[in-house]
């Protein structure tokens, strides 16, 4: 990422999944665009946060939804983000960096919990989720409007850092545009003790829509968001180093932050178990 000489690397972050609610009993055409007949086709959703952390730098990835889009979607919250948050320590009212990977309500439903937050958004994904597209409802659905009359408030808080593409957020932490799932989805590059690692968010909701390059139903333009399986594997050391937006095996293939924290934290700078 430097040239030779300009720069020494810059310190690791830890990088954590947090494991905050789950959606059971999907079937594969819920997972893979027109179905799929693989027998793992079929998976459960998982939602996570991540969390980057290095000395008294934290970053937030997304802030998941509450437990009124848990009733309104039929999904189950485990628990909310704050106390998600909690097990590491960490305070929604301190926080600092929010980095929203794009705006859909599992993504970006919690925004008012972190008033001392600056978010870090694609200028495109901004322009989407308020304008014209929104007039279609398949679009328009896995919005929240009151996420995004929420984020309203934050950008006229003068508290949203806009983005264009690729930007370095910090030395090591840095995020890429990548659209697809959304028109201005980024997803996220951390350096780590086991090297460049990808948050890909929605860029891949299970390891097998990257595998396999087949694309998640929900989709706003399907050739970026094939594409967008080549940036992240470019982004990554390797594809062990990506870490797909709601795959349940993320919280198998990482060991857990603590025992206590066994299928709640995982610890993804750590190398994975299977
Ligand atoms: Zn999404
Ligand atoms: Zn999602």
């Known amino acids: 990422m430097f040239p030779p000489g300009m720069h020494t690397d810059p310190e690791p972050f830890e990088l954590y999944a947090l494991r905050y609610a789950r959606h059971r009993g999907r079937q594969a055409a819920h997972n893979y665009l027109g179905?799929?007949?693989?027998?793992?086709?079929?998976?459960?959703?998982?939602?996570?946060?991540?969390?980057?952390?290095?000395?008294?730098?934290?970053?937030?990835?997304?802030?998941?939804?509450?437990?009124?889009?848990?009733?309104?979607?039929?999904?189950?919250?485990?628990?909310?983000?704050?106390?998600a948050l909690a097990q590491l320590g960490l305070s929604t009212a301190r926080i600092e960096h929010v980095i929203i990977t794009h705006l859909h309500y599992d993504h970006a439903g919690t925004l008012a919990s972190f008033p001392a937050a600056t978010f870090h958004l694609q200028e495109a994904e901004a322009a989407y989720a308020t304008g014209p597209c929104m007039c279609h409802g398949p679009l328009r659905h896995p919005f929240d409007v009151e996420n995004i009359?929420?984020?309203?408030?934050?950008?006229?808080?003068?508290?949203?850092?806009?983005?264009?593409?690729?930007?370095e957020i910090a030395p090591g932490l840095s995020?890429?545009?990548?659209?697809?799932?959304?028109?201005?989805?980024?997803?996220?590059?951390?350096?780590?003790?086991?090297?460049?690692?990808?948050?890909?968010?929605?860029?891949?909701?299970?390891?097998?829509?990257?595998?396999?390059?087949?694309p998640f139903p929900v989709v706003y333009h399907v050739?970026?968001?094939?594409?967008?399986?080549?940036?992240v594997?470019?982004?990554?050391?390797?594809?062990?180093?990506?870490?797909?937006?709601?795959?349940?095996?993320?919280?198998?293939?990482?060991?857990?932050?603590?025992?206590a924290l066994a299928g709640k934290v995982a610890r993804l700078d750590a190398m994975p178990l299977e």
């Open 35 to 83: 179905g799929a007949d693989f027998h793992e086709a079929a998976s459960d959703l998982d939602y996570y946060v991540w969390v980057a952390r290095r000395g008294s730098e934290t970053y937030l990835v997304d802030t998941g939804f509450g437990e009124a889009a848990a009733r309104e979607r039929g999904r189950e919250l485990l628990m909310p983000i704050p106390q």
């Open 149 to 167: 009359v929420d984020y309203v408030r934050t950008l006229y808080q003068g508290r949203v850092r806009f983005h264009r593409g690729a930007s």
């Open 175 to 214: 995020v890429h545009r990548v659209g697809g799932h959304t028109a201005g989805l980024q997803v996220v590059r951390v350096w780590t003790r086991r090297g460049w690692m990808v948050l890909a968010s929605d860029a891949a909701h299970l390891y097998g829509n990257l595998l396999r390059q087949h």
């Open 223 to 231: 050739g970026d968001m094939l594409d967008a399986y080549r940036v």
């Open 233 to 259: 594997r470019e982004l990554a050391d390797s594809e062990q180093h990506i870490v797909p937006g709601h795959d349940p095996l993320v919280m198998r293939r990482y060991p857990a932050a603590s025992e």
